[in-house]
């Protein structure tokens, strides 16, 4: 599959699918791995993503973690090309938009829609410089291929796959049931130049024997003309990150043992990089439950406040629901306590927004830790190299990260708990903490 394009441009295959979360991430980033496998110079792209959970270039620039994880499968290092535009959501009407990498402004939707020329300038040179590197590049669409109200404006479906020239895999979910009004409604609603770009669909998700599902094949493909590629299982615990979306439902999730060390995550309508707990929740001596009222949080070991897009909105709604008297409690009786980013800001004395880049003026914060938070307009975002000041860790031993973050904590009386050595490349093993 070598570039034949005019100039060397790169070879396009689209995975597009008939709604969320039905895989396409995924199914692109083992298509990226297939063909990596092939000798192929191979590399992820989308054009526009939406989510809270990011990922940290090593220049420091900020990228879906979709793309992250599709540019491992092709043996890359992630590079802010490989997805241009990222929305951070920071309510229900407003988004932070980093186009490539940085903060490039926040907007309300009709506000970023009138962006669109601009940002599609953008996005067309991101792929361009991928086109010109690589032989073949897997363009990930969002939500569904046929959102007809946005069909001028839809940057990271049709019209990427057009500017791409790319061919199409269409990819439904059988899962979660309509698998055949997924796929013909999609194909019926798209035009007819888009349909004939549509080379197979994927259904993904198959529970039980595929075998069983071959009268359904045939049904999609005679009323669509369009062949299946394939019958996908329901894979469970891949442990690959996620972007949109975290297990809310209590009846769902692992219960509390006194074998395992016990841990609660507070969730939050901003809640970000939830990933974090990826890594604790496929430890087999740890349970993971998320905590969405303070009755969850009976029985846990250790309580995290997660990182958040918005820190005063969040630490607002854990107050009126009664969460801090409940943190107070779980101190109080031994509980461990620990905040991660917007997390670790709540814990403080105060919050402070000078700027607005929030919500404006001081909020108390928590009161659990000897800090104060000041928010800012500019955003860190590093991978960072450090060394634990916990007791009970090697003295020796360092752990990888990153930032992100708008705002500065100045600490009073607590002690830092690591030792930063290296940002962004930058050796501080000499300087302070």
């Not at 800001?345 to 001081?362: I, K």
Request: proline content about 5%.
């Amino acid at each position: 599959m070598k570039s034949d394009s005019p100039g060397g441009r790169a070879r396009a295959l689209a995975v597009l699918g008939t709604g969320s979360d039905v895989g396409k991430s995924v199914i692109a980033a083992g298509l990226c791995r297939l063909l990596a496998r092939k000798g192929i110079r191979v590399a992820p792209f989308k054009a526009q993503n939406m989510s809270l959970n990011s990922f940290v270039t090593a220049d420091g620039g900020e990228i879906g973690r979709a793309q992250a994880l599709q540019a491992e499968a092709c043996g890359l290092p992630p590079h802010v090309d490989m997805n241009p535009i990222l929305l951070k959501p920071e309510s229900d009407q407003r988004a932070q938009v980093i186009v490539h990498g940085k903060v490039w402004g926040r907007y309300e939707g009709r506000q970023y829609l009138e962006q669109t020329r601009e940002l599609v300038r953008h996005v067309r040179d991101s792929y361009e410089r991928l086109a010109r590197a690589y032989e073949v590049l897997v363009i990930e669409g969002a939500g569904s291929a046929a959102e007809l109200n946005l069909r001028d404006r839809d940057l990271a479906n049709w019209t990427m796959v057009e500017f791409a020239d790319a061919a199409v895999v269409l990819v439904a979910d059988i899962d979660r049931g309509g698998v055949f009004a997924q796929v013909i409604g999609t194909i019926e609603l798209l035009a007819p130049q888009e349909r004939q770009r549509v080379a197979g669909v994927v259904v993904n998700k198959f529970r039980g024997d595929v075998s069983l599902f071959a009268d359904g094949v045939a049904l999609l493909e005679a009323r669509t003309n369009v062949p299946v590629l394939g019958v996908l299982p329901f894979l469970r615990d891949m442990e690959l990150d996620q972007e949109d979306s975290v297990e809310r439902d209590r009846s769902r999730q692992p219960p509390f043992t006194a074998q395992a060390v016990n841990v609660a995550v507070t969730l939050v309508p901003h809640l970000s990089n939830f990933t974090d707990f990826n890594a604790l929740a496929g430890e087999c001596d740890v349970v993971l439950r998320y905590a969405a009222t303070p009755s969850d949080l009976v029985g846990a070991d250790v309580v995290v406040l997660p990182g958040t897009k918005n820190t005063i909105d969040d630490l607002e709604h854990l107050r009126s629901r009664g969460f801090g008297e409940a943190l107070a409690h779980h101190v109080a009786r031994g509980g461990e306590l620990v905040g991660i980013c917007g997390g670790y800001q709540m814990l403080g004395r105060e919050v402070s927004d000078p700027d607005g880049v929030e919500a404006g003026g001081q909020t108390p914060g928590m009161g659990f830790l000897d800090v104060v938070t000041e928010l800012l307009p500019d955003k860190r975002t590093t991978q960072v190299e450090a060394r634990p000041l916990l007791g009970n860790v090697a003295p020796d031993s360092t752990v990888s990260g990153y930032e992100i973050h708008m705002g500065r904590t100045r600490r009073g009386s607590v002690a830092p708990s690591f030792r930063i050595l290296r940002r962004s490349g930058k050796d501080l093993s000499q300087g302070g903490p």
